[in-house]
């Protein structure tokens, strides 16, 4: 019986090709004792390419959670061993001052006022029909909060428009009057802070489309 080299070196010589080879790929040599690999490099962090947000003493800006809060100050502050600069906000309503350090401004969902063109996509909502899905009221509570809560415009906006009561409609429930109200309060407060105007004023604006739409 030919041996394999035998068979090999035949189908070489008949023209056709040797098969592809068996043989175990050579084993990989240990590291010398004592001595350990190198490591494997690391792909680099990608470095954030939106500049931190910038605010001024008497700006007027929306935090998610609290709504429509005036700059008092940027300061520097020693805290945990670290120097941070803070922005000091005040709420006036709810007679409360936030320290947000600057670095976490924008992941905290501090913004400046909407633009014009913002909000005015938030009145148009309004006008809107009324979008109520046909599900339990506490999950259709906790996506109104979460929209609220939000601090989009827009968002609030759906809330006002789809807890809204016109004459000859039913009325609303304790709950559903209380988010409605919650809602009504920080649109009317972005909208008197960008119009320049009280906020009384400002929900009185709102009511009037609501009641048009």
């Not at 910038?54 to 609290?66: C, I, M, R, W």
């Not at 909060?145 to 906006?157: L, R, T």
Request: glycine fraction near 6%; charged fraction near 25%; hydrophobic fraction near 40%.
């Amino acid at each position: 019986m030919a041996s394999a080299a035998e068979t090999a070196r035949a189908d070489t010589a008949q023209g056709t090709p040797p098969g592809p080879s068996m043989a175990r790929p050579p084993a990989a040599r240990p590291a010398a004792p004592g001595r350990l690999a190198p490591p494997r490099p690391q792909p680099a962090a990608a470095a954030s390419s939106e500049p931190p947000l910038q605010f001024e003493v008497g700006d007027h800006v929306v935090y998610p959670t609290h709504g429509v809060g005036k700059v008092t100050g940027v300061v520097e502050e020693e805290i945990a061993g670290h120097r941070l600069t803070l922005i000091v906000i005040e709420f006036e309503e709810n007679r409360m001052v936030l320290r947000v350090p600057v670095a976490k401004a924008r992941s905290a969902g501090l913004r400046k006022l909407s633009s014009r063109k913002a909000i005015e996509a938030a009145l148009a909502t309004l006008k809107g029909r009324a979008r109520v899905k046909r599900t339990m009221w506490s999950r259709r509570a906790q996506e109104y909060e979460a929209k609220i809560n939000s601090g989009d415009p827009v968002a609030i906006a759906e809330v006002v428009r789809d807890l809204h009561r016109n004459a000859g409609q039913p009325d609303q429930s304790f709950s559903e009057r209380q988010i409605y109200e919650q809602a009504m309060d920080r649109l009317a407060a972005e909208l008197a802070a960008i119009d320049g105007v009280d906020k009384s004023t400002a929900q009185a604006k709102l009511a009037t489309m609501l009641k048009a739409a």
